[in-house]
């Protein structure tokens, strides 16, 4: 009797061990100036690809995403990349019409093997035809079905070890950050009650990395205008990666 409790009980650990390697959500914390500083000068091989595929997304709460867009003045948010561990590190900060800092929120680095599933269900799902939207965010807004694509592309990028550093750079010069107006995120937060808001990299029309930002409920599942709908809450991309917008001599102080 004792040995088949002992059993059941191995059994048990063996796919709760199991399951957390399926999914895992590193410590959320804030791009550091070296890691900032080291995304600049970081060599995009082999180690690097391998170890980016394993990041499915990068989930900002959307409660402090909220608080971060109603600060007084801030206008917009910059998502800032950084580089630490062959991975690409991002944190958001709020800004200014000057691009003074006015506030800033960490990632968690979200690592779930088996996403492909969910993420696919984006082929599926359409915007939502109901809900309003100003000129503004019908210009960011993406189909799913494009954003599966893109985020796709991106992969596909990673798996060749392919192109990596003119996919994420202009000019030959790299990415530092990419902006996107404080409204956005606002629409995002509204809609639906979304717990996270995912950020995917993919790959736009341009075949440059960009981010796809997607409203996911507290189970990281694609978030729907209603559990049965066919139509996604919030899915938006079109952010302004710096160069060529913005001011590179600007990153530091992000």
């Known amino acids: 009797m004792k040995k088949a409790i002992l059993s059941v009980a191995l059994v048990a650990l ?22 900032k500083e080291n995304w600049l000068t970081a060599t995009l091989d082999s180690k690097f690809a391998s170890s980016q595929k ?55 680095v979200l690592k779930e093997s088996n996403y492909s599933g969910k993420l696919s269900k984006l082929n599926q799902l359409t915007v939502s035809k109901t809900n309003k939207r100003t000129t503004l965010l019908n210009a960011h807004s993406l189909l799913p079905k494009e954003a599966f694509a893109g985020i796709e592309a991106w992969q596909q990028k990673l798996s060749a070890v392919a192109d990596l550093e003119e996919v994420t750079s202009y000019e030959g010069v790299r990415f530092r950050y990419f902006s ?56 938006y991309d079109f952010s302004q990666p710096c160069p060529p917008t913005g001011d590179p001599a600007d990153f530091g102080g992000l």
């Open 180 to 235: 996107l107006e404080s409204e956005v995120i606002l629409a995002m937060v509204d809609s639906g009650n979304a717990a996270n808001i995912g950020l995917f990299l993919g790959l736009n029309t341009k075949g440059k990395v960009t981010t796809v930002l997607i409203g996911l409920d507290k189970n990281n599942e694609i978030k729907k205008t209603t559990p049965t709908s066919k139509e996604a809450a919030a899915v």
């Open 14 to 35: 063996f796919f709760m061990s199991s399951c957390q390697k399926e999914s895992a959500q590193e410590e959320s914390k804030v791009v550091t100036t070296e890691q």
């Open 54 to 108: 394993q990041v499915t997304a990068y989930l900002f709460p959307a409660d402090k995403m909220e608080a971060l867009v109603k600060t007084p003045n801030v206008t917009a948010v910059r998502f800032v990349l950084g580089y630490a561990d062959h991975t690409i590190q991002i944190s958001v900060t709020g800004v200014d019409k000057s691009g003074k800092k006015l506030g800033t929120v960490s990632a968690t």
